[in-house]
């Protein structure tokens, strides 16, 4: 199969959404389909066999801290010079929805999928939520043009079908479960991310310092206990301020890490912290999973599509204290800690990215079979 994929992020960028397109990549090119990829040009022409053309990306005036590519008539010429059987339009919104039109006027199979709930992010940056009807609208308008839309969830499928998308499908969630593993928990590690407090419970956030992580939240936490530390480990826009606001307590900001590094950073952990309500998914809380820790989670529907309350983690509710207070102590406990690990580390091994990306290809032939009946 030719498969062409548009997306508004790829390498060498580092989030959930370049993580799946990057293995699913890999899986097809494996199985001897040909894969292109057209993203924002960020110095990469080619990935695991794959072709990756970049288009000229711009930086936004409201997210600076990753560059983006506007709508590009450039996307039409590029397909129909590939003349792919399917087209993966990623979040088509700026670049991606490029992809989408191109395949729409060119008569090509499209699968579209959503993976950052823009909408939602909006009511967390007050000076841009009056966008969010027009960006409703684009991305309803822009996933109408696809034969098969994919959600990375059963509560974003729901919302998606709510605002009326059509033919709407969940694709399984995925882990390296090589790379995220309790082995690499490490004392060294340990050490350094509890400021020399081994004894503490040891709390680590991973992800995207933005708004939309809800980290703040945690603060009080860290007023209130002496007991825990904090490692919140990753970069963003929102960094300068959360290093302000969390000033005095004992949190610590190791910066971006990634490979074997960051595969200590979760295994030394006492558990994975993880307070948004907003995420789509949080394919980092698999990640956590897989490192063997308990998830201790701000209660929300994608939240409870993984983690399971005294089972493989502990769930709060966000913004109540007493909430948080109660998952930490169940933590205390040895015997359910022990319990937890071992569930959260099995739950991980069911999802390969293999299995994910496999799903991925089962869409794009049910999008092919869809396409020739509507248009035959």
């Known amino acids: 199969m030719k498969i062409a994929i548009v997306t508004e992020t790829f390498l060498p960028s580092v989030d959930g ?51 983006f590519t506007l709508p590009s008539p450039n996307v039409d010429g590029i397909i129909r010079g590939f003349h792919p059987d399917v087209v993966h339009a990623a979040q088509p919104i700026l670049l991606a929805s490029s992809g989408a039109f191109a395949a ?53 499928k729901a919302e998606l079908a709510e605002q009326g998308l059509h033919n709407l499908h969940v694709v399984r969630r995925g882990v390296d ?9 490490n004392a060294a590690m340990r050490e350094r991310l509890t400021q020399g407090h081994p004894e503490k419970k040891l709390l680590v ?25 904090l490692a919140i ?12 606001h969390f000033a ?17 950073a979760f295994a030394s952990a006492d558990a994975f912290v993880f307070p948004s309500v907003t995420e789509t998914l949080g394919l980092v809380i698999l990640e956590g999973m897989a490192s063997g820790l308990p998830v201790v989670a701000a209660r929300s529907g994608p939240t409870t599509e993984q983690v399971t309350d005294g089972v493989n ?4 509710d966000s913004g109540d204290e007493a909430s948080l207070d109660a998952a930490l102590s169940r933590l205390g406990d040895t015997e ?6 071992e569930a959260a580390r099995a739950e991980a091994e069911k999802f390969s990215w293999e299995n994910a990306s496999d799903d991925l290809l089962r869409y794009y032939e049910m999008a092919i079979e869809e396409h020739g009946s509507s248009h035959g």
Do not use: C
Not at 113 to 125: E, K, V
Not at 248 to 264: H, I, N, V, Y
Not at 313 to 316: H, N, T
């Open 205 to 229: 956030f991973v992800g995207r310092l933005a708004a939309e992580k809800e980290i703040h939240t945690l603060r009080p936490m860290m007023e209130r206990r002496d007991d825990v530390a």
């Open 248 to 264: 005095g307590t004992a949190t610590l900001f190791p910066g971006f890490m990634e490979g074997e590094e960051l595969a200590s």
């Open 233 to 244: 480990v990753g970069d963003g826009p929102y960094r300068r301020e959360l290093e302000e």
């Open 17 to 67: 959404v370049v993580t799946r397109l990057r293995h699913a990549v890999e899986r097809f090119t494996d199985l001897g389909h040909e894969v292109m990829v057209i993203a924002p040009d960020l110095g990469v022409t080619e990935h695991h066999g794959a072709r990756v053309v970049g288009i000229r990306p711009v930086t936004l005036p409201f997210y600076k801290h990753r560059r």
């Open 104 to 156: 729409h006027r060119q008569r090509i199979p499209l699968v579209a999928s959503y993976h950052t709930h823009i909408p939602r992010y909006l009511d967390l940056y007050r000076a841009w939520k009056w966008g969010k009807p027009a960006v409703w609208w684009q991305i309803k308008r822009n996933h109408a043009l696809a034969d098969l839309n994919i959600a990375t969830s059963e509560t974003m």
């Open 177 to 185: 479960t090589r790379t995220f593993h309790p082995r690499f928990a």
């Open 313 to 316: 983690g502990l769930l709060f």
């Open 336 to 341: 359910l800690r022990g319990r937890i690990r």
